[in-house]
């Protein structure tokens, strides 16, 4: 038996001949090691958990997708679960992930606090956040530098003439709102403009979210003539607002977006829009979470990614 066993795990010390007398065997048998047997002597699963708080927006789909490839690519599976936006779904998730005994976790955008994150994640072998500050030490993390992307957004809105821009912000649950709307604060004041908090609308992160916010804002505050949204689906029901308004974009608003995503270049107009590279963002992710799982000793803690403006007619 130890010497199936041994053939069994490639392990070295059977002569070739043995070794192929013993495989013809296994061939002939139909047999395959038990995972979970493997598993009691490894103390791992070759699993891994991937949460996101909307597996509907393009955005983390595709971020899923690179993460996915990389955990496949070296013999890991994937529990990819959907949180919905809600706190409540997130923290079962994490709980019902860890009880499955994961071999580690990559948590995107999470809208838990400080606290309940640190508390959901103590018990996981290693962890990855993405979109989020690091609650443990030690954990990786993978950030799109939001607060720069809001400034530079911002900054080609005003380059372009606008004053009296307004913010469609997103939940106030998202880490990432808070870095945007610092990095659009930052850009009004740089150009000498009194910061307006009327002209900061929650909202959320979808087209729906953006619409009826949108509606709101340009109703309340029609000296508006410029929108920086959130994200690409929320500036998506920001043109659907300014059409139910008979406000022409780019002449009446102009209207920019943030991530990208392949619906950015199909609407009408199509949107302007800061480019993140969504692939990559969840193939670090997962690149820096089995890491993490190896024991690396040293430059696995944090990856940064730039994004770019994409300039399109929404905001020309």
């Not at 038990?34 to 009691?40: E, F, P, V």
């Not at 950015?264 to 302007?272: D, E, H, M, Q």
Request: charged share 20%.
């Amino acid at each position: 038996m130890m010497t199936v066993s041994r053939v069994i795990n490639n392990k070295e010390g059977i002569s070739d001949s043995t070794r192929a007398r013993i495989q013809e065997v296994i061939e002939q048998l139909g047999y395959r090691p038990s995972n979970i047997a493997r598993g009691l002597v490894t103390k791992q699963t070759g699993t891994l958990g991937l949460v996101v708080p909307d597996n509907a927006n393009p955005f983390f789909s595709e971020v899923a997708r690179g993460a996915e490839h990389v955990a496949y690519e070296n013999g890991y599976n994937v529990f990819l679960c959907n949180t919905e936006e809600d706190k409540q779904r997130e923290l079962t998730v994490l709980r019902s992930l860890e009880e499955k005994r994961v071999d580690g976790v990559v948590v995107c955008s999470s809208r838990l606090d400080k606290e309940e994150l640190r508390s959901a994640l103590t018990y996981y072998p290693a962890a990855v956040l993405v979109n989020r500050q690091p609650v443990i030490e030690n954990y990786g993390v993978v950030m799109v530098d939001d607060e720069a992307g809001a400034r530079m957004m911002t900054r080609h809105l005003l380059q372009s003439g606008h004053c009296a821009i307004g913010f469609l912000a997103g939940p106030s649950s998202s880490y990432s709102r808070h870095l945007r709307c610092k990095g659009y604060r930052e850009a009004m004041h740089a150009a000498g403009l009194d910061y307006h908090p009327e002209w900061i609308h929650p909202c959320s992160p979808i087209v729906e979210g953006g619409r009826e916010a949108a509606f709101k804002l340009l109703t309340t505050h029609p000296e508006l003539t410029a929108l920086f949204c959130f994200n690409d689906l929320v500036a998506v029901g920001a043109l659907q607002a300014c059409s139910t308004l008979s406000r022409a974009v780019p002449d009446d608003v102009a209207i920019v977006g943030c991530d990208d995503i392949p619906l950015a270049a199909l609407v009408n107009p199509a949107l302007t829009t800061c480019h993140v590279p969504r692939y990559e963002l969840g193939a670090q992710a997962m690149k820096l979470l089995l890491d993490h799982i190896q024991d690396c000793s040293e430059g696995c803690e944090s990856v940064t990614f730039q994004p770019t403006l994409v300039v399109r007619a929404s905001a020309p």
